[in-house]
């Protein structure tokens, strides 16, 4: 596919998107947000079985382009919601939707609504010398693209309030250990360490990690009977599958099991 502010290519079974504005930090525009949704509709046409969402450059992302907006009228003339209503709620919850496992590969700089789209997504990997940055109050705004939802459930209230609230930048490092992200990897192995992450996840039994990820996020509002009935819907599916014969089978058999995603 061509695209103007993304790349986007497709290679057993892995989706790769890469934010492609590296001159601008990738800040977000709107055509590069619609070409975002884009790739994610066309990440299920290509049957991946799984996403990678990548920066070019220096960083990963910079946030939303303030340079989009004319600020010269005043505020009237300025419509952040709409914005977030037509764009960002729906990328957001199109990356939440995605049947694949979805990574978020951070190198440098995730600010703004760049840490959101990062956070959005299943599992986050980060450099040692990547940042994240809530860089919302600097300028008068809240987190969004679903960032006052996704701060306080990975690392609670109290630092969640912190980050929004002094718009200090987060290690990667303390981002790990915080829980904020999966994996904080030394800058020399990075591409190494997201290559074997995704081949792994192309390999998996795909229908059993789609189930394990909208399991996990209805938890939070779920109790623990609505959720353990979850459960036992996913599992009777999931049971019906030819990756599960296969894994019982070759965990039987005590070989390696070759799932093909059905």
């Given at each position: 596919?061509?695209?103007?502010?993304?790349?986007?290519?497709?290679?057993?079974?892995?989706?790769?998107?890469?934010?492609?504005?590296?001159?601008?930090?990738?800040?977000?525009?709107?055509?590069?947000?619609?070409?975002?949704?884009?790739?994610?509709?066309?990440?299920?046409?290509?049957?991946?079985?799984?996403?990678?969402?990548?920066?070019?450059?220096?960083?990963?992302?910079?946030?939303?382009?303030?340079?989009?907006?004319?600020?010269?009228?005043?505020?009237?003339?300025?419509?952040?919601?709409?914005?977030?209503?037509?764009?960002?709620?729906?990328?957001?919850?199109?990356?939440?939707?995605?049947?694949?496992?979805?990574?978020?590969?951070?190198?440098?700089?995730?600010?703004?609504?760049?840490?959101?789209?990062?956070?959005?997504?299943?599992?986050?990997?980060?450099?040692?010398?990547?940042?994240?940055?809530?860089?919302?109050?600097?300028?008068?705004?809240?987190?969004?693209?679903?960032?006052?939802?996704?701060?306080?459930?990975?690392?609670?209230?109290?630092?969640?309030?912190?980050?929004?609230?002094?718009?200090?930048?987060?290690?990667?490092?303390?981002?790990?250990?915080?829980?904020?992200?999966?994996?904080?990897?030394?800058?020399?192995?990075?591409?190494?360490?997201?290559?074997?992450?995704?081949?792994?996840?192309?390999?998996?039994?795909?229908?059993?990690?789609?189930?394990?990820?909208?399991?996990?996020?209805?938890?939070?509002?779920?109790?623990?009977?609505?959720?353990?009935?979850?459960?036992?819907?996913?599992?009777?599916?999931?049971?019906?599958?030819?990756?599960?014969?296969?894994?019982?089978?070759?965990?039987?058999?005590?070989?390696?099991?070759?799932?093909t995603g059905t």
């Amino acid at each position: 596919m061509n695209y103007s502010s993304i790349v986007y290519s497709f290679n057993d079974s892995i989706s790769t998107v890469q934010l492609n504005r590296p001159e601008k930090l990738n800040s977000l525009t709107r055509p590069m947000l619609l070409e975002l949704r884009d790739s994610l509709a066309q990440s299920k046409k290509d049957g991946a079985r799984v996403l990678l969402i990548q920066g070019s450059g220096r960083g990963f992302c910079a946030g939303q382009d303030l340079s989009e907006h004319d600020f010269s009228h005043g505020p009237d003339n300025l419509n952040f919601g709409q914005l977030i209503d037509e764009l960002y709620a729906p990328l957001i919850a199109d990356i939440h939707a995605l049947d694949i496992p979805v990574v978020a590969a951070v190198n440098g700089m995730a600010a703004g609504a760049g840490a959101s789209l990062a956070l959005a997504c299943d599992l986050v990997v980060a450099t040692r010398s990547a940042y994240f940055l809530q860089a919302f109050c600097k300028i008068g705004l809240i987190p969004d693209a679903g960032g006052t939802w996704f701060l306080p459930r990975l690392v609670g209230n109290a630092r969640a309030m912190g980050l929004a609230m002094l718009g200090e930048r987060l290690s990667a490092s303390d981002a790990a250990d915080w829980g904020l992200i999966w994996r904080c990897v030394d800058d020399d192995s990075f591409a190494a360490e997201i290559n074997a992450l995704t081949l792994h996840l192309s390999k998996a039994p795909t229908r059993a990690m789609a189930f394990t990820k909208h399991a996990i996020y209805a938890a939070a509002n779920n109790t623990l009977a609505a959720q353990i009935a979850l459960e036992a819907k996913y599992q009777d599916k999931l049971g019906k599958s030819n990756d599960l014969l296969e894994g019982a089978s070759a965990f039987l058999q005590k070989r390696p099991a070759k799932f093909t995603g059905t």
